[in-house]
């Protein structure tokens, strides 16, 4: 597992140099999603963009909510990697700002518990996403983004048993939440 973290945070790394390349000078930031803090997780992400393209490498440890957990289960918790293209159709050139539309792969580390009798079993996916949103210059180099995206789990997706029952993990997930941001100039 720690090698395939080392290889997506290299990956990241790499393509986030050769953005500088694509156009012209290009720009660097960074976003918050409050979600995750509002569950007792973090996330943070990190971007490198040019012309009307941005790559973005993302960390997030997230709890689930409780009203998407299936009955008899708690304490899902999801530790994601991910690495997403996101294009601007209408931004000005390296504004990085109003609608965007994206998507790229990301590794999800899962575990979750039984709740009648405490046991507990870790899963891993690999997942496509999907998503978009609008990104809001509120104050100098500092922005909103409401987005919403969709998961489409692409392995880990076979049912296992946790305890005395048997639990299968959702091959499809969505979600919707609001990042703050941070674009140098």
Known sequence: MKKLI????????TALSQTDNIGSTGK???EFDALPYLS???YFSAWRGSDNIRLRGVFANVKSPSIIIPDGYEDHKIEAYALLLDYFPFSEKEEFEKWWFGAGLEYWKNSIRN???KTADKYNNVVFTSGFGYIWKFRGNFYLNPWAAGHLSLSGNGERQI???NFKPKRF??????????CFK
């Open 40 to 42: 007792g997780g973090n």
């Open 28 to 30: 660097t930031g960074f």
């Open 115 to 117: 709740s009648s009798d």
């Open 173 to 182: 997930l969505y979600e919707a939440s609001l990042k703050i941001g941070f």
């Open 6 to 13: 080392i290889i997506l945070l290299l990956m990241t790394s």
């Open 163 to 165: 305890g005395n029952r």
